[in-house]
């Protein structure tokens, strides 16, 4: 089945470096793949959608500025959080979906961002 | 927006017992997934439904497409350690969209 690849798995940065987070898609690909962000106990929340080739679109409340994202190749979306700080600390998660309106979304297994 | 409630927020059950989790929304869904999240991972497909009325297994895990197409229903029988995790449902925020909103999830925990 479709997989989605994130690296790391995880990250300790010191307050106000920038993380890289890579969602790769290995065996399909992926002209759109969706950035969540989730919090200790909490849901899923989406963060932005990534699109290849083009800007990303961020869900409202989300700094389009302090959460890079780029989209260079369809197997391939880069998240960067910049100038970190501990309120950043979180999971991040993202997911992926081969074609069509009826294929579910496939998920990485996140990166746990320690902002420290 | 689009909202999922999902409950019960957490169960804490016998190993054997059978589970029932739900989740509804005040507007129609054309299609619902079950995911599944271990700790410290990303969630996994578990069961997707596109049809109203639809009923569908995976192995011991039942998950049902309400017809008011307002609900879901996720059962999993004979429970073994492994279920333990979270259960989420999800949905598109518009038909055909592939943007996700998700339940707040249902925390299993099973005792041995």
């Known amino acids: 089945g479709a997989v989605v690849s994130q690296h790391p798995s995880w990250v300790i940065c010191k307050s106000g470096t920038s993380v890289k987070i890579e969602c790769r898609s290995l065996?399909?690909?992926?002209?759109?793949m969706f950035w969540y962000r989730q919090f200790p106990k909490q849901s899923l929340m989406l963060m932005a959608t990534?699109?290849?080739?083009?800007?990303?679109?961020?869900e409202q409340g989300v700094e389009k500025d302090k959460f890079l994202i780029n989209h260079a190749s369809l197997t391939l979306s880069t998240l960067t959080v910049t100038s970190a700080h501990p309120e950043d600390s979180s999971f991040y998660i993202c997911?992926?979906?081969?074609?069509?309106?009826?294929?579910?979304?496939?998920f990485g297994n996140g990166t746990r961002l320690t902002v420290t | 927006g689009q909202q999922l409630n999902q409950s019960p927020q957490s169960m804490f059950i016998q190993e054997g017992e059978d589970v029932s989790m739900n989740c509804t929304s005040s507007?129609?869904?054309?299609?619902w997934l079950w995911y599944k999240q271990d700790p410290g991972e990303g969630p996994v497909l578990l069961i997707a439904l596109y049809k109203a009325g639809e009923l569908t297994s995976n192995g011991r895990l039942t998950a049902q497409f309400g017809i008011t197409r307002k609900d879901s229903f996720l059962n999993i029988s004979a429970s073994i350690p492994s279920d333990v995790g979270i259960y989420f449902c999800a949905g598109p925020v518009a038909q055909g969209a592939q943007k996700l909103v998700f339940g707040q999830g249902t925390r299993l925990t099973i005792n041995p």
């Open positions: 997911s992926a979906s081969s074609t069509g309106p009826n294929s579910p979304l496939h």
């Open positions: 065996d399909f690909q992926a002209t759109t």
């Open positions: 990534s699109n290849e080739g083009s800007k990303a679109t961020y």
């Open positions: 507007s129609i869904f054309n299609t």
